[in-house]
């Protein structure tokens, strides 16, 4: 159970920040113990991979923090996020082992498909939710909101490896802000399908 926490973490933090995870899985399978990767993911751990990552990361962190420009860069990272949730999942063994199951370690499809769906509902979410800080902020707010993005996917990550019960937790923690947001947007869609409504017919 703890190695499907330990999946379910990483995919979450790939669908905030697409190259944190990878980052930190591969830093951890080169340098310690604690993660030990498959041999076919075994690049992840590789010097040039790791430097790659760490410059794709930096430019996550500088795009995603400028209004307007942040959009696109979700738009692209809407296959990247996704596909980081996938490997980072499959590489750190959570399938092999999740809840001792044969099948899933003998269909490895199926932890891609779990971590590509978990990193792809948190980058929906997020998507989703920044341009409805940018427009009520005026822009100030991107750079705010991508920091605590990007610290909760360290966060994240680092929860997912070390304390992998403390997960769920973070879950609910990210899950809250989520719903207020949401909850938000429908309130404004209701507002303007009631602003842009043709005015009911006055009575003769």
């Not at 044969?102 to 989703?128: E, F």
């Not at 920044?130 to 991107?142: D, H, I, K, M, Q």
């Not at 605590?148 to 937790?169: C, N, Q, Y």
């Amino acid at each position: 159970m703890l190695a499907a926490l330990t999946g379910l973490g990483l995919s979450t933090a790939a669908g905030l920040n697409a190259y944190i995870p990878l980052l930190v899985v591969g830093l951890l399978a080169n340098f310690t113990d604690v993660v030990k990767l498959p041999d076919d993911y075994a690049w992840l751990s590789s010097g040039w991979v790791v430097a790659i990552i760490g410059v794709l990361l930096v430019a996550e962190i500088v795009l995603d923090k400028v209004p307007v420009v942040d959009h696109v860069n979700d738009m692209i990272q809407t296959a990247v996020r996704p596909a980081a949730g996938g490997v980072v999942f499959t590489a750190t063994q959570a399938a092999d082992r999740f809840d001792h199951s044969a099948w899933m370690a003998h269909n490895p499809w199926a932890s891609w498909l779990l971590g590509i769906g978990v990193a792809l509902a948190v980058h929906v979410m997020k998507s989703t939710a920044r341009p409805v800080v940018n427009v009520s902020t005026a822009g100030v707010g991107a750079p705010v909101v991508s920091t605590v993005e990007d610290a909760g996917s360290l966060g994240m990550s680092l929860l997912a490896v070390f304390f992998p019960v403390l997960v769920v937790i973070a879950l609910v923690v990210l899950a809250v802000p989520a719903f207020l947001v949401f909850r938000r947007l429908r309130r404004r869609k209701r507002a303007r399908r009631a602003a842009t409504a043709p005015p009911a017919p006055s009575p003769t």
